[in-house]
């Protein structure tokens, strides 16, 4: 089960890596414009400062997950652990205030809130027993 927890967990990393691409390296391009309901090229450069800023966010986010599952696997369950449940806990998080405070965005919140939380409750329930 431990498996199965981290590989949640790498993949709710690598989504927030490409969420990082689309918000700090590719925000008005027709792609990130589309994922995130921009109409125009004006409209995603006015707000490209505040993509920019998220897009670090959630790569940070993803680097904590990453770091730790290396950790947990090679060097400290403790420490590895805590890395996986601080990055992946709130990468949930965050998909559940963006599903509770806009429903109508529940397919993204759903692909980032899903595979962090099962990251998390299948590593949880692994270590438990």
């Not at 690598?14 to 921009?38: C, D, M």
């Not at 947990?72 to 963006?98: E, R």
Request: proline share 4%; glycine share 8%.
């Amino acid at each position: 089960m431990t498996a199965a927890g981290l590989v949640f967990a790498g993949i709710a990393a690598l989504i927030h890596v490409y969420i990082f691409y689309l918000e700090s390296l590719a925000w008005t391009g027709a792609k990130a414009r589309s994922t995130f309901g921009i109409a125009t090229e004006e409209e995603a450069e006015k707000t490209k400062p505040l993509a920019f800023n998220q897009g670090f966010y959630n790569l940070f986010l993803a680097i904590m997950v990453l770091s730790g599952i290396v950790v947990l696997l090679f060097a400290s369950t403790p420490v590895g652990a805590t890395l996986v449940f601080a990055g992946a806990g709130s990468m949930a998080a965050a998909g559940s205030v963006l599903l509770f405070s806009s429903p109508d965005k529940a397919s993204a919140a759903l692909k980032q809130l899903v595979p962090p939380l099962l990251g998390v409750v299948l590593l949880a329930v692994a270590l438990a027993f």
